[in-house]
């Protein structure tokens, strides 16, 4: 995508911000929405939880297979191309979904979603980096923040309001006309704005980062039926992704550009971004789980703990990106951080008698916190790299953040269950995410002092 943001007319440029930041948000949205109908379709279709629970992890795990063939795609297609046919991918996987009759007709339509849902996140990041002016660029990954970290918190609120109501399959029902509205408008609105090359892509590089990621990422399932297979799994796909990555470095056009990590800006600042991902996402999860097995709580009342977060984070998010625009990371980040851990305190003292409303509102504080890292984050790591590079920097970007937030659900998810009571295990996992919080403003903190220096 190599040219000048200067040729868009604002109008243009204003639509396609719409259409690829609502495509992001079901997209997004429908990654998440699966968590509550688990139980349900375990119920429904006779499978078990361990089985059941791809249909999550399945997801997250295509995204982070598929994000790092987008930036060939973006290079060898037109942006008109890439996103017509991820969207119509999507809308596929979806009508299977509607008519899904058994579970691995199910598990089929949500990993076609998530192959499109990959694509789909790199390409509305990497759109929106080229077409818009460099000055404006915390603003607009700000946007871009918003609907990335906003959209999987209200998936499971909005799916819990549904499945109250409605049978599992309307979770694929209620997202159709969305998708297909912006298929429409797509087409018929959507200009050329990038040049294609001929690049040649690399199949075996595909097909390692494939078998790679894919036995990394299934083997934090697999740990937990068998430790020795999942320990086997891990070390071998990680042989292979450092195989894929010598292999990225040595060849003229690389399906993944992975040269650009030699950029402090971009490496340190990815590490800020993936930490504040994995806080983000961990205490996610671990909220409904205390309060539907500890407290006993519905699955809907459980998603509305955490919807004033959702709100708190996207409304800031809104504003930081302009802020950073102004002012630069420092003060963003460390505030988010400093945040980050006041809301920490009600969260690591978790017992059975813990008010509803304190969670709510550290829930609420964590996420703002969380708003003031993640979009500086973004923005700060894209700061230092060209036009050319930026569809590699995204692409690397979401693997390695879905990666992550797989890696700490799981991670988190299995620490819970270490003590033989959950109320223990629930705050041995929130003192982990400290942790995290503490690795991110170290990682921040080193950053600002090579950048005093350069």
């Known amino acids: 995508?190599?040219?000048?943001?200067?040729?868009?007319?604002?109008?243009?440029?204003?639509?396609?911000?719409?259409?690829?930041?609502?495509?992001?948000?079901?997209?997004?949205?429908?990654?998440?929405?699966?968590?509550?109908?688990?139980?349900?379709?375990?119920?429904e279709l006779h499978v078990s939880l361990n089985a059941v629970q791809w249909l999550t992890t399945g997801y997250t795990l295509i995204i982070g297979i598929v994000s790092p063939l987008s930036s060939n795609m973006y290079d060898k297609f037109t942006n008109r191309h890439v996103f017509l046919w991820t969207i119509g991918a999507f809308?596929?996987?979806t009508v299977i979904g509607c008519l899904a009759t058994n579970f691995y007709s199910l598990l089929l339509a949500r990993l076609i979603q998530a192959g499109a849902s990959g694509m789909l996140m790199s390409f509305q990041m990497t759109t929106m980096i080229s077409?818009?002016?460099?000055?404006?660029?915390?603003?607009?990954l700000g946007l871009s923040s918003l609907v990335i970290s906003t959209a999987p918190a209200l998936g499971p609120t909005l799916a819990g309001f549904i499945l109250q109501v409605l049978p599992w399959?309307?979770?694929?029902?209620?997202?159709?006309?969305?998708?297909i509205l912006v298929f429409i408008i797509g087409y018929f609105k959507l200009q050329n704005f990038s040049t294609p090359r001929n690049i040649k892509i690399d199949y075996w590089s595909v097909f390692i980062s494939f078998v790679g990621s894919g036995l990394a990422l299934g083997s934090l399932t697999v740990f937990e039926i068998n430790r020795a297979a999942g320990w086997a799994m891990?070390?071998?796909?990680?042989?292979?992704?450092?195989?894929?990555?010598?292999?990225?470095?040595?060849?003229?056009?690389p399906m993944l550009k992975v040269q650009i990590f030699k950029y402090s800006s971009f490496r340190l600042m990815t590490?800020?971004?993936?930490?504040?991902?994995?806080?983000?996402?961990?205490?996610?999860?671990?909220?409904?789980?205390?309060t539907e097995n500890i407290l006993k709580m519905g699955s809907f009342n459980s998603g509305l703990i955490l919807l004033p977060g959702a709100i708190c984070n996207g409304v800031a998010a809104s504003y930081i990106g302009r802020l950073y625009d102004q002012y630069g990371p420092k003060w963003l980040v460390i505030t988010g951080g400093v945040l980050m851990l006041v809301a920490s305190y009600p969260l690591v003292t978790i017992s059975a008698h813990s008010s509803v409303a304190l969670l709510t509102v550290a829930y609420a504080i964590r996420m703002i916190g969380n708003a003031f890292v993640f979009s500086p984050g973004l923005s700060e790591a894209f700061s230092?790299?060209?036009?050319?590079?930026?569809?590699?920097?995204?692409?690397?970007?979401?693997?390695?953040?879905?990666?992550?937030?797989?890696?700490?659900?799981?991670?988190?998810?299995?620490?819970?269950?270490?003590?033989?009571?959950?109320?223990?295990?629930?705050?041995?996992?929130?003192?982990v995410t400290v942790i995290l919080i503490f690795l991110m403003l170290a990682t921040f903190g080193y950053y600002l002092s090579i950048s005093k220096h350069h």
């Open 1 to 43: 995508m190599n040219q000048p943001s200067t040729t868009i007319t604002p109008a243009t440029r204003r639509l396609i911000t719409v259409i690829l930041l609502l495509s992001a948000f079901v997209s997004l949205a429908s990654q998440t929405m699966m968590v509550t109908a688990l139980p349900v379709i375990e119920h």
């Open 91 to 93: 809308i596929i996987g």
């Open 131 to 140: 077409i818009y002016p460099i000055e404006k660029r915390g603003s607009i």
């Open 169 to 179: 399959r309307w979770l694929f029902i209620t997202v159709m006309p969305f998708m």
């Open 234 to 253: 891990l070390i071998c796909g990680l042989i292979i992704i450092a195989l894929f990555v010598h292999r990225q470095l040595h060849l003229t056009n």
């Open 271 to 290: 590490f800020v971004g993936i930490f504040a991902f994995m806080i983000l996402l961990g205490t996610e999860q671990l909220i409904p789980i205390f």
């Open 384 to 431: 230092g790299l060209s036009q050319a590079e930026n569809s590699h920097g995204t692409a690397l970007n979401n693997t390695l953040r879905q990666v992550s937030g797989a890696v700490s659900v799981t991670m988190l998810v299995v620490i819970s269950g270490i003590p033989q009571n959950l109320v223990a295990g629930i705050r041995l996992a929130m003192w």
